[in-house]
């Protein structure tokens, strides 16, 4: 109700906002400027459906380069985003592109919600924490060129789950979702691929 859902519209209302007009154009043109980055984030997005539908492996693309093929463990945007793409695979690729983008945008605001509630600001405060993470310069920059920007909601969600996991009164469970959360946050992703 009103502890979710509300703050949940808010960021929806506020990310058509922000992105207009990718909303208007949804289906028929992929957001941002016209060159590499976005033509090959749709084909990152369209490769992650394949590797779901089990086509392609995940973090690898044979093809590319052939017959050695490339890693795609630190390409951005990733699978994550590739799920977010996965509903609207049906209307194109523009509109799986646009619909990932639109989502990372909105998921992002409500994360930094969560963040703040759990960290006892009133829901005021904590939706303003949210619209701040959102209008921030780096992610409003992605909206045309770098989706992976603009998703940067596991963040303040690895930080909810530490908060979590730091309360004695809470599941221990927290602290399984922390460990779970922290590679693949975008700095979590880059130590495991130093590591590897």
């Given at each position: 109700?009103?502890?979710?859902?509300?703050?949940?519209?808010?960021?929806?209302?506020?990310?058509?906002?922000?992105?207009?007009?990718?909303?208007?154009?949804?289906?028929?043109?992929?957001?941002?400027?016209?060159?590499?980055?976005?033509?090959?984030?749709?084909?990152?997005?369209?490769?992650a459906k394949e590797a779901f539908l089990g086509h392609q492996p995940l973090?690898?693309?044979?093809?590319?380069?052939?017959?050695?093929?490339?890693?795609?463990?630190?390409?951005?945007?990733?699978?994550?985003?590739?799920?977010?793409?996965?509903?609207?695979?049906?209307?194109?690729?523009?509109?799986?592109?646009?619909?990932?983008?639109?989502?990372?945008?909105?998921?992002?605001?409500?994360?930094?919600?969560?963040?703040?509630?759990?960290?006892?600001?009133?829901?005021?405060?904590?939706?303003?924490?949210?619209?701040?993470?959102?209008?921030?310069?780096?992610?409003?920059?992605?909206?045309?060129?770098?989706?992976?920007?603009?998703?940067?909601?596991?963040?303040?969600?690895?930080?909810?789950?530490?908060?979590?996991?730091?309360?004695?009164?809470?599941?221990?469970?927290?602290?399984?979702?922390?460990?779970?959360?922290?590679?693949?946050?975008?700095?979590?992703?880059?130590?495991?691929?130093?590591?590897?």
């Amino acid at each position: 109700g009103v502890e979710y859902g509300l703050p949940l519209l808010g960021f929806a209302a506020l990310t058509l906002a922000l992105s207009w007009p990718i909303a208007r154009d949804f289906t028929t043109r992929v957001a941002g400027v016209p060159g590499a980055d976005p033509q090959l984030n749709v084909w990152v997005l369209w490769h992650a459906k394949e590797a779901f539908l089990g086509h392609q492996p995940l973090f690898e693309a044979p093809l590319l380069y052939y017959p050695k093929g490339v890693t795609l463990w630190t390409h951005s945007p990733g699978p994550l985003t590739g799920l977010l793409a996965l509903p609207f695979w049906g209307l194109g690729d523009e509109a799986a592109y646009n619909g990932a983008l639109l989502l990372s945008l909105a998921i992002t605001g409500f994360a930094m919600y969560l963040l703040a509630r759990a960290l006892r600001f009133d829901r005021a405060v904590s939706f303003f924490a949210g619209v701040m993470l959102m209008t921030s310069p780096m992610i409003l920059g992605g909206l045309t060129m770098h989706i992976d920007k603009v998703f940067l909601a596991l963040l303040p969600l690895t930080l909810l789950c530490l908060v979590q996991t730091f309360d004695l009164a809470r599941s221990r469970w927290w602290a399984v979702a922390a460990a779970g959360a922290l590679p693949l946050t975008p700095h979590g992703t880059a130590a495991l691929t130093d590591l590897a």
